[in-house]
């Protein structure tokens, strides 16, 4: 296959035209051609008025011609597709494997095992999909809480409740893997193709419990309701766990619990592992009309059929710190996404159509350890401590209802909230706050650094009516326990820390990728458990 690059065409083209346009630029008559297709799909919306610009794939009937055809073409390369072939160990496991966490890195392990005939135990200390659901609209509707179940915990993990974005900076050849398994799944076909694609939260539910049904189908066994407790060991190796339903023996742990599991992070460290610190941010959701958005993104194009939904992604240094936004989510919601009583934490989520009035992201600035001495248990009650300023701040709205102030407020230190073409779209509830009293002061004028830059880049960013609700205090674990390039965790023999609460991943695309890593090392040093 060949990849055709940089197709520049007017919002006013058709896919035809794409096509007709890649031919002639390699040169190759339609005679030769078996197939054309869209390989790659953006918008380039910096110059005036935007353009498509497309890739596009073109399969010749003679495989073998594709290569001088290519070679004539400075935008154009060869494409195939990445070899994922698998080699079972010898090693035998006396157990099956076990799988902690059934967010995307623990999903896409467990489905690599299955696969494969390893026919895995999967853990996941919240419910199945559709009683989570339940109680994610029960808590938004009545601020009763179960921290077992709710927007971070339970099947799909956080990721479930958000844009349901797959887009990742890591370029590994298995995000291909990846994407193939959400389409056999579900997944809209345009996943394949668009440069920024996303699932939406809506169809994602579904796609997750479609892959959680397919493992259990090879011989998986998924326990619901489950949370990680112990570990058992002996003489430095792993030899079984205990858990809230009773213990199992197992040698070969994948460890993928996600970055809210502070309980575990916790029992971790109680039983002598070393975590260490890593950075993440703290911050809050930012909300602007849509429409606004994307008259700043497109200018007098905004609102052509053509065009996407508009979307952005800022960062600005300030001194040693960065402030960027995080899970940008066009047309969407903010969602009360607490896991602890008496804590506020705020996200984003988008249904796929994304046809809200509001765009909303968070706006965060960077931490690390050297701000907690190293020390993880102080990063961990530093976010415990945000949240439940957040809480005290908003409570006199009701239960877990969230502070909130415009962001000329904010920039001003007024605490005042002023609603106008901006409804604010958590779902608790919002009440005016001074955000920047939440917060260390100079993590605070850090941010109002960050955003005044931002009204450079993209017009009407402060605008009068703009909101910022609070706080956001989960863009990442905010701990690692350290891995071998072989996956294997540094202080203890079959535990394989993996996904975003082991601190290797940011986001859906890593972390499957991640699990798909780790499960390839566990196939790749032993054979299946007998029985």
Known sequence: MILVRNIRLPLSAAEPQAFEKALHTLRVPRSKVEHTGVAKLSVDARHGQPKLVYTVAVTLKQPREEAAFAARCPDAALHSRADFTLHAGTQPLAHRPVVCGLGPAGLFAALLLARQGYRPIVLERGPALDARVQAVEHFSATGQLDPNANIQFGEGGAGTFSDGKLTTRIGDELCDFVTEVFLQHGAPAEIAWKQKPHVGT?????????????????????????????????????????????????????????????DTFSMLMDSGLVLECKPFSVGFRAEHLQSE????????????????????????????????????????????????????????????ARSGKNANAAVVVSVGGADFANDPRRAIAF??????????????????????????????????????????????????????????GELADTLRAGLRAYERKIAGYTAPDAILTGLETRTSSPVRLKREEDFVCTQLAGLYPCGEGAGYAGGIMSAAVDGLRVARAIISRYAPAEG
Do not use: W
């Open 383 to 440: 976010q415990r401590e945000l949240e439940a300023k957040a809480y005290a701040a908003g409570r006199a709205a009701g239960a877990y209802a969230a502070p909130a102030e415009n962001v000329q407020s904010f920039l001003e230190g007024r605490g005042q909230l002023h609603i106008g073409s901006v409804q604010p779209t958590y779902d608790r509830g919002v009440t005016a706050a001074d955000l920047g009293a939440l917060l260390p």
């Open 202 to 262: 809506d169809l994602l539910r579904g796609v997750i419990t479609s892959i959680r049904k397919e493992i259990e189908s090879l011989g998986g066994e998924v326990h619901f309701n489950t949370a990680l407790t112990g570990l058992e060991r002996k003489n430095g190796q792993l030899v079984g766990i205990t858990t809230t339903n009773g213990s199992f023996a197992c040698e070969a742990l994948v460890f993928a619990v996600g970055h809210s599991a502070r």
């Open 293 to 352: 958005i994307e008259k700043s993104l497109y200018h007098e194009a905004a609102g052509h059929p053509a065009l996407p939904r508009g979307e952005y992604q800022l960062s600005q240094h300030v001194g040693e710190r960065c402030v960027y936004t995080f899970c940008m989510c066009p047309g969407g919601q903010v969602v009360a996404s607490a896991s602890e009583e008496e804590r506020v934490v705020t996200n984003g989520m988008s249904y796929h």
